[in-house]
């Protein structure tokens, strides 16, 4: 008898300070099938980050600090995990968003396509 293995569930950490932004990109990373810890600031994201996360969405205007600072923090300790930066900003700034150790960006807020397309590429 075959049995199947459950699939995992990718985990995401979500790092954004909009309650309006949360709301729709929580709904739509569970319709991914996506479990979801969501936090509201840098500081807190830096002190729940562990390698346990398969990606994570990054807002860059935090209202504590700038979400390169807090991809630089995560990336002194380890660079294993995928982060892509959620800015509402132009794609003007993608040098220096990976420049700081961002894997890629998406304008927000955004669509479920443009997050299924992410997740496919990201997680492994």
């Known amino acids: 008898m075959i049995t199947k293995k459950p699939i995992k569930k990718p985990l995401i950490l979500l790092v954004e300070d909009n309650p309006f932004i949360q709301k729709i990109h929580v709904q739509l990373l569970k319709k991914l099938n996506c479990e979801v810890t969501l936090?509201?600031?840098?500081?807190?994201?830096?002190?729940?980050?562990?390698?346990?996360?398969?990606?994570?969405?990054?807002?860059?205007?935090?209202?504590?600090?700038?979400?390169?600072?807090?991809?630089?923090?995560?990336?002194?300790?380890?660079?294993?995990?995928?982060?892509?930066?959620?800015?509402?900003?132009s794609s003007k700034n993608k040098p220096r968003y990976f420049s700081t150790g961002i894997n890629d960006f998406i304008k927000k807020p955004t669509t479920q396509a443009a997050l299924k397309r992410v997740l496919n590429y990201w997680i492994q």
């Not at 860059?60 to 509402?88: F, P, W, Y």
């Open 39 to 89: 936090t509201i600031d840098g500081q807190s994201a830096l002190a729940l980050y562990s390698d346990k996360f398969d990606l994570i969405f990054l807002d860059i205007n935090l209202s504590d600090m700038n979400g390169m600072e807090v991809c630089k923090a995560i990336r002194q300790r380890t660079s294993s995990t995928s982060i892509i930066a959620l800015t509402s900003e």
